[in-house]
């Protein structure tokens, strides 16, 4: 226990009174990388798989990576500025899933939510894993171990998001802006060589040969509106993490909602310039790509199939900065890396809250809902971490597999949220009669806003859907439906379990007419004759002491110890024929219930409190048992009665040591509860 709690405090740190929990709240610079590294980091890999799907067209292909992009960074405006609507209107952090159970259904609430915890850990387990891939260009013998470089990197972050939404968005901050300058940087300084300077920057792979799928190649009729749409539905994974922003308004600092708008705005200013500034240098640099799957193969200029490729961006680090500034290509490559580790952590603060919100609603186990030592939502954290570690081990931190399961949910959610959205402001618009015309001008604007983002994500769902549902995207559907009637069946419970502990007639108030208390004991000492007393104290109704005959020698002995000692209760002695205790115990508590159903019964249960991990395996055993065999018996009272065995006392010393309360001021006073 002293070793657990002692690495324990090392990786969290000390615990935090719950009135800390304003100091917590995040301002604009520490809110953008703790919300938004997400979507900045998805510029690192979108563009990687935008040109690996072209690839299947041949190198022709490539000529529509910039359209394509120009595509997914106009669905992206329109998707933030349909989120500014909603952390205005909904400022609670119950984001998608509040918006939809409020003005769709609370059904359609449990579909969102589905879609974002699933999201969510796939937002982990991509970002990790891409982060692998990224490191193998300057670390070579993770090639073959990226499942486990990745659960170990995911291990890492979850000890740093324990630590606290402040702590490890501080922390976060400085590489989210280091990878921003390193992109903006790589972009302009790439392009103002090629158009101001005239250099003539070729990629490593722009002489290469991309032979592409047969049934791509030419890019006309039905085959190209496939193409298009599945680039299209690959790029859309920038678009992730959007939401996280408004899962976590309750996180900014006031003014919550204003503050949450105005970093959603920077978010998408910031995330669209750096994808397309990527997608063009790629393109005049002439960037190249295959998929890794085989439908397409890249053959180097000595007719040499490529078997690894290199990441875009660190195509174009090389391409911009290897001859002219080489430490700027390693600044680029490790920015690259640690930002894509670091992208998990929108997920590590949406999922957690998301999960506490459906758990104080009776969705999902309730301890989701409780704050850990470092005010912390630790057991959504800790859940999150262990379906993001199964994933990157089941595929071995592939990204190409991954990407096929991810951005279905994030869009399922988009497109219901926008359509409670819609809802919502026409409510406004037909019932609140008491507005003024500059408010009910805003409430007009707003649904407009909503609408062009309804029409939006709707159609890129469908084509989602559309294109990817055969390339595992069905994989996703599935997850989302076993955790939507995994929700389902937990509230059904919890509201079973309600009803059944409802005060609903007089005898549930009704005093037992008697009371029969039983003493499990097995030898006359210190802690039989405590929980003797203990028993006394209580004025119970009848009192007898019992044991049970598994060796009559020693029975005997007890019984003539009981005369010598004048215990002035009767002992009970109960045959067992074959050597049981518990059986027969039992089988004597039912007797005496089903004589006097109307009495209650309370068993006194001697234990020893010990202070070792391994005295505990020698002594309560029978006491374990029979108290959990008691358990199921209706009107039968169980009562531990401690007895601290010399060696508990080392224990409660570790208890007082861990025990912040035990650090006050001893002059200080504590506010009573009114």
Not at 231 to 237: E, K, R
């Amino acid at each position: 226990m002293k070793v657990f709690q002692a690495v324990k405090r090392v990786l969290i740190g000390r615990k935090l009174e719950s009135s800390a929990l304003g100091e917590t709240l995040l301002p604009k610079r520490i809110a953008l990388p703790v919300f938004a590294s997400d979507a900045l980091s998805s510029v690192a890999y979108a563009p990687d798989e935008i040109l690996i799907t072209l690839s299947l067209a041949g190198t022709a292909g490539f000529a529509f990576s910039w359209k394509i992009g120009i595509a997914v960074a106009l669905v992206m405006l329109i998707v933030v500025m349909s989120y500014r609507q909603t952390v205005h209107a909904y400022p609670s952090g119950g984001g998608d899933y509040e918006v939809a159970t409020a003005n769709l259904s609370p059904r359609f609430g449990l579909v969102v939510a589905s879609a974002l915890l699933v999201d969510y850990v796939l937002t982990v387990a991509v970002s990790v894993s891409s982060g692998v891939q990224n490191a193998e260009a300057m670390i070579p013998g993770l090639a073959g171990h990226e499942g486990v470089a990745a659960a170990v990197v995911i291990a890492i972050l979850t000890a740093m998001n324990l630590r606290g939404v402040r702590e490890s968005g501080t922390f976060f901050a400085v590489p989210t802006y280091a990878f921003m300058i390193s992109v903006i940087c790589m972009v302009v300084w790439g392009l103002t060589r090629i158009f101001v300077l005239g250099d003539n920057l070729r990629a490593p792979t722009a002489d290469f040969t991309v032979v592409g799928a047969p049934k791509y190649t030419g890019l006309v009729g039905v085959a190209f509106v496939v193409l298009m749409a599945r680039t299209f539905s690959s790029g859309c994974a920038a678009l992730t993490g959007v939401e996280a922003i408004s899962n976590g308004v309750p996180s900014f600092r006031e003014p919550k909602s204003k503050n949450a708008a105005t970093t959603l705005a920077m978010l998408g200013g910031i995330a669209v310039s750096m994808l397309m500034g990527i997608l063009v240098l790629a393109s005049v640099t002439g960037v190249k790509m295959f998929d890794e799957t085989g439908e397409s193969h890249l053959v180097d200029t000595h007719g040499h199939a490529v078997k690894e490729q290199v990441t875009v961006v660190g195509q174009l680090a090389r391409t911009v900065f290897y001859d002219s500034f080489k430490p700027g290509f390693y600044i680029m490559i490790v920015c690259t890396m640690i930002i894509l580790f670091l992208a998990a952590n929108t997920a590590f603060n949406g999922f957690p809250v998301l999960g506490s919100i459906l758990a104080r609603d009776g969705f999902l186990p309730r301890r989701l809902h409780a704050r850990g030592d470092r005010l912390a939502y630790s057991n959504g954290i800790l859940t999150l971490a262990t379906g993001a570690i199964i994933l990157v081990l089941v595929f071995n931190a592939s990204v190409t597999a991954l990407i096929q399961l991810y951005v279905v949910g994030v869009f399922i959610s988009f497109t219901v949220s926008q359509t409670g959205m819609m809802r919502h402001w026409t409510r406004l618009l037909r019932t609140d009669t008491s507005a003024g015309t500059k408010e009910r001008r805003r409430w007009q604007h707003s649904r407009i806003i909503n609408g062009i983002g309804l029409v939006g994500t709707g159609i890129v769902l469908i084509i989602i859907l559309a294109s990817k549902f055969i390339h595992g995207a069905y994989l996703a559907l599935i997850a989302m439906a076993v955790v939507y009637v995994l929700m389902t069946s937990i509230k059904k419970h919890y509201d079973s379990v309600a009803r059944e502990l409802e005060l609903n007639s007089p005898s549930d108030r009704a005093l037992p007419s008697r009371v029969h208390a039983v003493i499990m004991i097995s030898d006359l000492n210190k802690p039989t004759m405590r929980a003797i007393q203990f028993a006394k104290a209580t004025v119970p109704t009848f009192l007898e002491a019992v044991i049970v005959d598994v060796d009559s020698d020693a029975t005997e002995r007890l019984l003539e110890r009981w005369d010598e000692e004048d215990i002035d209760i009767p002992l009970r002695i109960i045959a067992s024929p074959y050597r049981e205790i518990t059986n027969p115990l039992i089988d004597h508590i039912r007797r005496i219930r089903s004589e006097n159903p109307r009495d209650m019964v309370e068993v006194f249960i001697p234990e020893y409190v010990v202070g070792h991990w391994w005295e505990h395996l020698l002594h309560n055993q029978t006491a374990l048992v029979a108290r959990a065999r008691l358990h199921f018996m209706p009107g039968v009272l169980i009562s531990s009665v401690p007895y601290q065995l010399r060696s508990s006392a080392i224990l409660e010393k570790r208890w007082k040591r861990n025990d912040p309360r035990s650090w006050r001021d001893p002059g200080a006073t504590i506010t009573p509860r009114r």
